[in-house]
């Protein structure tokens, strides 16, 4: 009886809402030709938004009442043999306290298998494990078709490229870029050719030898060159290094300055012709 009368008050309600709606929109003015403004159409969105939020919240509040004061009637049909193993009786069983739609059931039955004083019951899966598995085999199969047969999305490869294009709009086109050169001129200063065939001798002559006639790495005092052989290409070999060919990056081991008075003396090494000098590598680059 109760459950009848809230079922009819929440009837009522929502007929004199719609009633009241209708009226409104009767006496509301016509719709101007031209659209409002942004503003204004985010300001309505979120005001139906919220009317929706409210409706939602409402029903639910409601329903929940009528649950609660239903749930006598509700354990009584539950507890019909009937009802009780059915499917639908395990739905009914969510809104009694009886979750084992959701759990499962333990048999609690030993199968004879024990090992270090565990015993192993024969209790099968829960069921939220096994809807999930079959919602994952479903969702594969979409994933599938969507973006391997049908090729409506984006591959791995479209989605590299189209981060790379974004991150490129990020990359400040300084020194600090590696895809852009600099713009430095040779230092010349006995001072800074001094800083730098010190910084050579500590950091680079292991790699290049100590009057960088070539080791592991390639002959600095010929005319050849890998990797470019005018300043900004040595000043930006030096810096990022190249990778899988071992020259390392030197970049926040060494200083922006430091880097380029390196760069700069191993440019004024050019035609020293040392003992031992290892064969040209590389590209013939006459530098100026």
């Given at each position: ?214 080791k592991v790495g390639p002959n600095l005092t010929d005319e050849y060159w890998l990797h470019g052989g005018e300043i900004n290409h040595v000043y930006k070999t030096i810096k990022f290094g190249v990778q899988g060919k071992g020259m390392v990056a ?11 008075q390196v760069a700069s003396y191993v440019q004024s090494l050019q035609g020293s012709k040392p003992a031992g000098a290892k064969e040209p590598q590389g590209e013939k680059e006459v530098i100026k």
């Amino acid at each position: 009886m109760v459950g009848r009368r809230i079922l009819r008050g929440a009837a009522l309600t929502g007929a004199a809402g719609l009633a009241a709606l209708g009226r409104a929109l009767a006496q509301a003015p016509a719709a101007p030709a031209t659209p409002p403004p942004a503003d204004d159409r985010q300001v309505l969105l979120w005001l139906l938004l919220g009317a929706l939020a409210l409706v939602l919240m409402i029903f639910i509040l409601l329903l929940t009442l009528v649950v609660t004061k239903m749930q006598p009637l509700l354990r009584q049909l539950y507890a019909r043999p009937t009802v009780h193993d059915s499917w639908s009786g395990q739905v009914l069983g969510l809104f009694v306290g009886d979750n084992r739609l959701v759990v499962g059931e333990n048999k609690d039955e030993l199968m004879g298998h024990e090992y270090d004083g565990i015993s192993e019951y024969d209790n099968d899966l829960p069921p939220w494990w096994k809807y999930g598995f079959a919602l994952t085999i479903v969702f594969a199969f979409g994933y599938f078709g969507y973006y391997q047969v049908a090729k409506a999305g984006p591959g791995s490869h479209d989605e590299y490229e189209t981060e790379m294009r974004q991150a490129a709009l990020l990359v400040s086109a300084d020194a600090d870029d590696p895809t852009k050169l600099t713009t430095y001129a040779a230092l010349k200063m006995p001072a800074d050719l001094s800083a730098g065939q010190g910084i050579f001798a500590t950091n680079c002559a292991p790699c290049h030898g100590a009057n960088a006639e070539g080791k592991v790495g390639p002959n600095l005092t010929d005319e050849y060159w890998l990797h470019g052989g005018e300043i900004n290409h040595v000043y930006k070999t030096i810096k990022f290094g190249v990778q899988g060919k071992g020259m390392v990056a030197w970049k926040g081991k060494l200083a922006s300055k430091q880097i380029l008075q390196v760069a700069s003396y191993v440019q004024s090494l050019q035609g020293s012709k040392p003992a031992g000098a290892k064969e040209p590598q590389g590209e013939k680059e006459v530098i100026k």
